[in-house]
């Protein structure tokens, strides 16, 4: 009876490891296909994310270069005005000038994959520690560049705006510059409200006020550029791993 309880007992044992065994190599298969499931969504994820921020690059670029419009027309302005140099320029470029210090560019980023991962809950499954951070800040970013976006279109919208509408006649001096269709209005008159513009000596505060708020602006920008860089470079070392 000892020797028959020894042998149940010993092939007891043997059934639970072997069952143990079983376990352990079947929770080995499924988390080495979770794995697999989960670097493959990371792939597609990170592929998506390089899609995005390349995009919002050239959005960043496309407004740059509006900025660096509006900074050298504003440099025009002053130039004509300190020089008295007025006549060394067509009337149109001289509009086209002023309607540039008239401008907003704002930022607008594409958010889609980056929203949805941050609100999923899926960022998980980044692996890179570095990159998840740089997502995450990723929004206060946007928000500091923003700040100064509208810093610049507040000032255009209360105090350039009502400016040049109680001072100037608007259809004047903008007819023409940003549609393609022209209204036929006096010629005269548009020549009349350019002399009015740079002889005012009060639009020079209203032009270097939007300068240094376009001058801040660019520099925040410059930043976020240089952070969009840097991920979209971690996101490409990820992706040739």
């Known amino acids: ?3 028959k309880t020894g042998k149940y007992f010993k092939y007891a044992l043997g059934e639970i490891i072997l069952v143990v065994i079983g376990i352990l190599i079947a929770l080995q298969i499924n988390n080495w296909n979770q794995n697999r499931i989960n670097n493959k969504q990371e792939q597609q994820i ?3 994310l390089k899609s995005e921020f390349e995009e919002n690059l050239e959005e960043l670029g496309r407004k740059d270069n509006m900025r660096e419009k509006m900074i050298n027309s504003a440099e025009q302005l002053f130039k004509i005005k300190t020089e008295n140099s007025l006549s060394e320029f067509p009337l149109d470029t001289i509009r086209f000038y002023i309607a540039w210090t008239y ?3 704002t930022f607008d980023p594409v958010l889609g994959t980056t929203n949805e991962l941050l609100s999923s809950g899926k960022l998980y499954l980044i ?3 570095e990159l998840k951070t740089r997502l995450t800040n990723w929004s206060g970013q946007v928000d500091r560049l923003r700040e100064y976006e509208q810093d610049l279109r507040q000032y255009n919208i209360n105090n350039y705006d009502p400016f040049l509408t109680q001072n100037f006649s608007i259809k004047d001096l903008f ?3 940003w549609q393609e269709k022209q209204y036929f209005f006096s010629k005269e008159n548009r020549v009349k409200s ?4 740079i002889k005012n000596q009060e639009v020079d505060d209203y032009i270097f006020n939007i300068l240094s708020l376009c001058e801040w602006t660019k520099k925040e920008s410059r930043v976020v550029r240089t952070y969009t860089n840097e991920f979209l470079n971690l996101i490409s070392q990820e992706l040739s791993k």
């Open 103 to 105: 401008n907003t560019p």
């Open 127 to 129: 692996t890179n520690n």
């Open 175 to 177: 007819e023409g510059v």
């Open 1 to 3: 009876m000892e020797n």
């Open 194 to 197: 350019v002399h009015e513009y």
């Open 46 to 48: 990170l592929l998506q």
